[in-house]
């Protein structure tokens, strides 16, 4: 049975949280009230024997449980958009050999999890077919999705860097039944792609995850937007969980918080404002 309510669909994205350890880790999402998380897989993977070698066995003992993998790609740099533009996902040619080791340990840890989807950051999508950058990243992607499909993984691509409409062309062209889409409503916002509730619709035949995050739009064209606690910035919530209840979707929502440094309260803050719009 699909889950019907809130709170078996709720799960917290767990680098919002910055933890140490798994011990930390589940210490925290108990904090939060939420015992659900969709996991980082690089940290367990690169501390095999330390901090995070028992994160199976601490889960069980504070009673969590993993809806989903994410992995990154090597030598992201966040710090403006023009450089996340050229160091973002697979796109940066000296680091695909790299990444594609990493995503092949992360499909096997995803496995031993137990885990069904994991989700990154492709990089920017090129919106013209016939740039050579597409067919690239078409054969990267298309190598990635057959290496996760072959061990019974399902791929979600995270939304913001394109416009819905040039991420739905490219998954058109990738046609790939394991490759969907992550969707956050605050990354539009805060790279400035289009509208978050339009971009749902056109993405929603690929619908397989969503991300609760909220933003204000940047005021100077070129720059990051500006991340804020949920229910405080420029999604409309009302109108985001309509057009997912007109999808039929009940999937995971893992609310991500990656900006501020009370992350516990700003997570609490997220749960108890989605609790008192009832939906």
Known sequence: MPPTTLNERLAVCSWSLQPRSAEDLCEKLVATGIRRVSIALDPLRENPDGAWSDFPACAARHGVTCVSGMMTAI???????????????????????????????????????????????????????????????????????????????????????????????????LRRPNVGINFDPANMILYDKGDPIAALRTLGPWLRQCHLKDARRTKVPGTWGEEVVLGTGEVDWRAFFGVLRELNFTGDLCIEREAGASR??????????LEQLAV
């Open 75 to 173: 030598g992201e740099d966040y710090s403006t958009l023009e450089s996340i533009r050229r160091t973002g996902g697979v796109v940066p040619d000296e680091h695909w050999e790299g990444n594609w080791r990493n995503f092949q340990a992360n499909a096997e840890l995803a496995v031993r999890l137990g885990l069904k989807f994991v989700m990154f950051h492709a990089g920017f999508l090129p919106h013209d077919p016939a740039d050579p950058a597409f067919a690239k990243l078409l054969g990267r992607l298309s190598q990635i999705a057959d290496h996760f499909a072959a061990r019974g993984l399902a791929l979600g691509l995270e939304t913001g860097q394109e416009t819905a409409d040039t991420l739905a062309a490219f998954l058109r062209a």
């Open 264 to 273: 516990v309260e700003d997570i609490r803050a997220a749960k108890a404002y």
